[in-house]
Nanobody, 116 residues
């Protein structure tokens, strides 16, 4: 499975961005996908995750609940993260993750910078 993120950039506090993650390869084996982020000097943390299938159950970090929305288009093998009401503390490299119950796959990341 190969993952490519896009959509990062510089935005002012209170603004919005939409990240995309395009998956290719053995996408039929993907169990769940998620977005992680890593700020300078901090550990990588889960931002949001979504399971495969029609249920598409989601979970969010407390810090982004009510502001971020994760979704996926299974037909296009693409996952999204809609980020609203961005804060300077959301500044980080955002990584796309997918797992197939045997391995984890990661994209190279996309930088999101929120200015105050």
């Amino acid at each position: 499975v190969q993952l490519v993120e896009s959509g990062g950039g510089l935005v002012q506090a209170g603004g919005s961005l939409r990240l995309s993650c395009a998956a290719s390869g053995s996408t039929f084996s993907i169990n769940a996908m998620g977005w992680y982020r890593q700020a300078p000097g901090k550990q990588r943390e889960l931002v949001a995750a979504i399971t495969s299938g029609r249920a598409g159950r989601t979970e969010y970090a407390d810090s982004v609940k009510g502001r971020f929305t994760i979704s996926r288009d299974n037909a296009k093998n693409t996952m999204f993260l809609q980020m609203n009401s961005l804060k300077p503390e959301d500044t980080a490299v955002y990584y796309c993750n997918a797992d197939d119950l045997q391995a984890d796959y990661w994209g190279k990341g996309t930088l999101v910078t929120v200015s105050s």
